[in-house]
């Protein structure tokens, strides 16, 4: 007998056909044309910024006393062919654009030198033609060679831009740049083997990258030795390194950092981890647990962050001392100008960056600067509520750059800026709270015509190029700090 209903019989109604409908066209057209109304406002805006960062190079006026005694320097932040600048340009700006005075200054050259190094490409960059970020790649790529050899540069670009696709124009770059002056070339390869290097990132995932520039010999007798090591291991996916090749290579640098061709210890070092002290990671001695996992994050200076579940292996044979966290309030003032250890590492601990807006250098490679600056005999004055680390560079900005500074309450520094701006700064970063009365008026009234205005005013401010030799401008690494406070 057959299951099927009889012709009579209805069967069970058939699903529903579900049809896509689209929502109506005007609403998808709208939405592109905020997309690419958006793209081009942010490409707009990109140029302006790139202007107004000239144009303020342009008129920043340095006091020549101030140079002459030392105050004030003027610097070179472009290259070969560029104009000098005061230094102090770079802590206006570098707020403003939410940036370092070290990045500052490196924007600061890179568009000066857009400008007077490659002008060809400065006024496509301004018709719209090249995005900024891809001028400043090449101004960076060009950065080494002489003015004259920039302009031959510049003219290729000129020739291949309005016919060659951009991945190609970057792929041309390096041999225009080589034709450009040879010489020059192959000084950069002498330097280059000056520069060689091998340097590991900090922690991220529980890893660590590494890079480096090696003579071509010890490139390949490393790269032969971490073959063989990685060869000796077991092609087993539950081994360390496990069955790809390239997971046990990076095992085999491991072994042979550890075994160092036989030698048996390696140079001692030192690694301070923080770690919440009630972290099941660790026992009561501070000792590793190995049957514990942890709960949270462990940060290992200068290196990065960790789960606390891997310490047991990354400390292990390990001699670790626990030192508990300080309690500010019972750090005394000290009528010394110098602050004590104790104190000091307690401000690193409490503002762990330079606490200049937008500061990224870190404290304990920083100057620790009195707030209100010190005078001698005076009780007290060295205490936590009166003391931040400062970079050399920004350290200087307060004493000769006209910036004003408040701590409010300690951790809290109050910034004012020599135009007027102010900045909060704490251990959670920069906010700016204030903006000259003018300024604010500007951004309440209308904006049509600002970018024109802008660029005409670049246009018809074209100092006329430095031909005195002078120093590149560089904001140094500084890892030393003052021994004095202030």
Known sequence: MSDSPAPDEEGPPAPEKQVFEPPPPGDVRAAFAALDHAHQQRLAAEVSELVAVVHAADLYQVDQEAVLDGMERLVQPGHDGTPLVGEFLATEIGPLLGVSPQSAMGRIGDALDLRHRLPKLWDTVLAGQVQVWQALKVCQAAAQLSADAAARVDKQLADALPAWPWPRVIRALPAWIIEADPEAASARVAAAAKDRHLRLSPINDGHVAIWGLLDAADGIDFDNAINQIANSLPNDPTAAGGSDLDARRATAVGILARTAFGQSTLPTHTLVVHIAAHDPAINPNGQANAGQAGTGVAHVDKWGPLL????????????????????????NPVDAHHPTGVMRFAVEQRNPVDVFPYGTRSSANCDLDHTIPYTPGVEGQTHLGNL?????????????????????????????SPAGYEYLVTADGTTRIQVPEAEAQAEAGPEAGADDEAESAAAECQPPVETDPAAQAELPDEPERLDEAG
């Open 308 to 331: 606390t579940e891997q310490l047991p292996r990354f400390l292990a044979g390990s001699k670790v001392i626990v030192r508990p966290i300080i309690d500010p309030a019972t750090i």
């Open 388 to 416: 931040g680390p400062l970079s050399r560079f920004t350290h200087r900005a307060k004493t000769f750059g006209g910036w004003q500074l408040e701590q409010p309450e300690p951790g809290v520094f109050h910034w004012t």
